[in-house]
């Protein structure tokens, strides 16, 4: 069975950093897009970066946020640097088997919560 499971959320005071992990476990291949989703209570769930080859980020991330993986494809990052009170949000991974950032996700994470303090 393929399963995702994020870690490293935790409080934060504004400025500091974090670093999120997602673990993948399942995957019969290594060549899938590996992404970084968010949800805030009362806003719909937000893309935060992708990797498909191609790295992404959106506008309010970007300068900020970095995704990357080790060698072997099992395990990917995203570094949260200068965090914000409105990064506050339950952080999700997602994979896509067609690796192309624009796909649909396949699998899915469970999310970990990020809470930043002012």
């Known amino acids: 069975e393929v399963q995702l499971q994020a870690f490293g959320g935790g409080l934060v005071q504004a400025g500091g950093s974090l670093r999120l992990s997602c673990a993948a476990s399942?995957?019969?291949?290594?060549?899938?897009?590996i992404g970084w989703f968010r949800q805030a209570p009362g806003k719909e769930r937000e893309g935060v970066s992708c990797?498909?080859?191609?790295?992404y980020y959106a506008d309010s991330v970007k300068g900020r946020f970095t995704i990357s993986s080790d060698n072997a494809k099992d395990t990917w990052y995203l570094q949260m640097n200068s965090l914000k009170p409105e990064d506050t949000a339950v952080y999700y991974c997602a994979a896509a088997i067609e690796r192309m950032c624009g796909s649909d996700y396949d699998y899915w994470g469970q999310g970990t919560q990020v809470t930043v303090s002012s």
């Open positions: 399942g995957f019969t291949s290594d060549d899938f897009a």
């Open positions: 990797s498909d080859g191609s790295t």
